[in-house]
């Protein structure tokens, strides 16, 4: 590029605008990794899960994938946990803190961080391998292993893990509905920082489903000050999968307004200890 500036000019600007994060939303395209889904104790998702959500069964999810074609971004790499939670009746996921690496994963963050709320982190460290059937995956951050994955590709830990991955078959789109929180967050006049404006928000997802693979995994998790994943202990790993797939987000909304007495439980998933203090 010749002479680059910080102002857009009127072509550039029209590109933009008519490009597919803008017109459609976010694509991870290439969207390759594992699954991996285990019982957990129910006090402890009780205890994370903010209000209005409700808590809806004694189950994790966790996955490390390869995000290879984004439309708003370079490839990069991404692990995340969570759980599923329920609000008036409809089921969706809450995802507690992402995990990423690579070339693309800064636009990555910032974009999920500021259009979604998403609490995403960089690691230190994210590996995926596959070598025939067998999948390693792990995440370090701070010097601890986060999550340790060691899968073999072919059958279930469980036969319970066959309906929790159903959507997921091959040739299938799949609908998914997250769970996400935004929050505002400014300096006052007086130099004071506050937080206001929290709110519940609804995001939905297809996702075209090329592949699948069910999974006998092997998962230990272990927690950091600043990421504790541990919190979520594996009573029973049920089963994982080898998924590659393209996931469109088609769209998410405001649910309601939320109390600021639930902040305590969506900070640690945005930000380090040395800022919280």
């Avoid at 809450?94 to 636009?107: C, R």
């Avoid at 997250?178 to 006049?189: I, R």
Wanted: aromatic share 12%; glycine share 10%.
């Amino acid at each position: 590029m010749k002479n680059p500036s910080f102002v857009m000019t009127s072509d550039e600007m029209q590109a933009f605008k008519n490009g597919d994060y803008m017109k459609t939303g976010a694509v991870l395209g290439g969207f390759e990794g594992i699954y991996v889904s285990w019982q957990t104790d129910p006090k402890a998702i009780k205890k994370i899960l903010p209000a209005p959500l409700d808590f809806f069964l004694p189950i994790a999810t966790a996955y490390v994938a390869n995000v290879a074609k984004p439309n708003y971004a370079a490839p990069y790499l991404e692990a995340g946990i969570g759980v599923p939670a329920i609000y008036e009746g409809a089921m969706g996921f809450y995802f507690i803190n992402f995990q990423l690496k690579g070339e693309g994963a800064a636009m990555g963050t910032f974009l999920g961080r500021e259009n979604g709320g998403i609490p995403k982190k960089f690691a230190d460290e994210l590996v995926l391998t596959r070598d025939g059937n067998a999948v390693k995956a792990y995440v370090e951050r701070d010097g601890v292993r986060l999550i340790d994955i060691d899968a073999v590709i072919g059958v279930y830990n469980t036969p319970d893990a066959a309906t929790l991955f159903a959507p997921y078959t091959p040739g299938a789109v799949a609908e998914g509905c997250n769970y996400l929180y935004k929050f505002d967050f400014d300096q006052m006049p007086d130099g004071t920082t506050a937080f206001s404006n929290l709110r519940l928000r609804q995001s939905f997802s297809k996702s075209t489903v090329h592949e699948f693979l069910p999974a006998t995994c092997k998962v230990s998790l272990q927690s950091s000050e600043n990421d504790p994943w541990a919190e979520l202990p594996i009573v029973k790993v049920l089963g994982g999968g080898y998924t590659n797939l393209d996931m469109h987000l088609v769209g998410d909304h405001t649910i309601c307004q939320v109390d600021m007495d639930e902040l305590p439980k969506l900070l640690k998933g945005k930000f380090d200890k040395v800022f919280l203090g």
